[in-house]
Structure formats: C-alpha cells, structure tokens
C-alpha cells in the first residue's frame, strides 16, 4: 500500500461510454485524478455511522454509478450501512446477513444504482489500509476505479484508496456540497 501521487485511475481509460449512465458532470464540479465525486451527504452519512461506535469498526458499502459526460467519472450518491457485520477493536467483518442486507437495501432504495466501493472505519487507528483491509478490497471490491473510504472516528481523518497498479494508494476526491459539512471535535 504506498502513497504514490501517479495517475491511479488510468483505469477509467478503459471504461466504455455504453457502459456508463449519460449524467451531467455536477454544476462547478471539476475531475481530479480520482475521477470520482462524492456528495457530502454521503460523508456525513458514514462519519454519522462512524462515531456510533467510537471503539469498534463499523463498515457499509459506497452507491451510486459511473457516468460520463464527455468522459468516464465515477458519482457516490449514497451509502449502505454495513449491519449485521462482525465489529472487532481492529477489524470488521462482511458477514453473508451483511450481505443480504445489502442487496435487499440496493435493490429496494437503489433500483438503478449499484456497489461502487466501500467504507469502514479505524476508530484511533488512523487512515491506511490493513492486510486485511487489502484483502476484502481486492476479493469483494474488485474492479479497479472502485474505492475504499477510511474514516478514524477519533482523529476525525479520513482518506479515500484507489488502485494504482498493484498497490491502493491514497487519492482526494472532490465533494459536491448538497448539504453543509457536520464535523465535530476531534477528542
């Protein structure tokens, strides 16, 4: 896992436009690197998630799809809490009832989306990726533009990981403001 600043989503050279949803680029919106735009609802949402459990990890899954407008980018509108998961000090866990939930959610709230990544949290632990954490990454989260978001519900960090060859690396990802931002003091 490094911090390596090379392009990590040359992936998206190799999305087809037919394999998108035509959508609009958000207005002011501008691409990065990532190639990915979060909402902030989203990050209030899984930082919410987060600091419910100040000692335990907790995890969910990231929404939304990839879309182009003139070119590939990848849209997070929403998030699937992670319930029913195995919460450890350091670890979590996607049990199959995890599982199920969250198919059941998708298909119910989230008819024309789909999984685009995922999130959990390192309550005091900071914001990298475990070998552990690379590993549900690369077995469950396989294509390679999806994300792995961190939160350190402590520190009140957090950081987003993309591919970058065959290493996750650290990347920012723009957010669209469609609420004010909710932070609290790191303790």
Excluded at 118 to 133: A, E, K, Q, R, V
Aim: charged share 25%; proline share 6%.
């Amino acid at each position: 896992i490094t911090k390596d600043k090379r392009n990590p989503m040359a992936e998206f050279a190799n999305i087809k436009k037919e394999d998108c949803v035509k959508k609009s680029l958000p207005k002011g919106a501008k691409l990065n690197a990532s190639h990915t735009l979060v909402l902030q609802s989203v990050i209030n949402a899984i930082k919410s998630h987060g600091r419910s459990s100040m000692h335990k990890e907790v995890c969910g899954v990231l929404v939304g799809n990839l879309c182009w407008d003139k070119e590939p980018f990848l849209l997070i509108d929403a998030r699937i809490e992670g319930k029913f998961a195995d919460h450890q000090a350091g670890s979590v866990t996607f049990t199959s009832e995890t599982w199920d939930y969250i198919h059941s959610e998708l298909s119910e709230k989230y008819p024309k989306k789909q999984i685009v990544g995922w999130y959990h949290t390192h309550p005091g632990f900071g914001i990298f990726l475990s070998n552990m954490d690379f590993f549900i990454h690369e077995n469950f989260f396989s294509p390679r533009w999806q994300p792995a978001y961190v939160f350190d519900p402590q520190a009140e960090t957090e950081g987003f990981f993309f591919w970058n060859k065959d290493n996750l690396s650290q990347e920012t990802v723009p957010v669209i403001l469609d609420e004010p931002p909710v932070n609290v003091e790191a303790t």
